[in-house]
């Protein structure tokens, strides 16, 4: 499976994004899904995950309340809505297939190509 994700930009503090990630190559509607990012010096983190049939989500603390994970299983896209985008979001995004229910990078693979989000105070 090949995933590629898009949607990135150069935003303000407050404004929204909104994120996709598209599958190709498998069985899209198998696969536990996660998005996560990383800050420049900083280790990649957790953002959120969705269970294959998207009944189940998942959200880091940072986060919860202001990103929501969505999914297309027909179009085999993830989606990440960010609103009230803040600068500490500042990060190349990343969307991963889940090999299991988890909040660790360790548990995900392959992995998309980042999609870069600044955000400006």
């Known amino acids: 499976v090949q995933l590629q994700a898009s949607g990135g930009g150069l935003v303000q503090a407050g404004d929204s994004l909104r994120l996709s990630c598209v599958a190709s190559g498998g069985t899209f509607s198998t696969y536990i899904m996660g998005w996560f990012r990383q800050a420049p010096g900083k280790e990649r983190e957790f953002v959120a995950a969705i269970s294959r049939g998207g009944a189940t989500t998942d959200y880091a603390i940072s986060v919860k309340g202001r990103f929501t994970i969505s999914r297309d299983n027909a179009k085999n896209t993830v989606y990440l809505q960010m609103n009230s985008l803040k600068p500490e979001d500042t990060a190349a995004y990343s969307c991963?297939?889940?090999?299991?229910?988890?909040?660790?990078?360790?548990?995900?693979?392959?992995w998309g190509q980042g999609t870069l989000v600044t955000v400006s105070s």
């Open positions: 991963a297939r889940g090999l299991s229910p988890s909040r660790s990078p360790l548990h995900y693979t392959p």
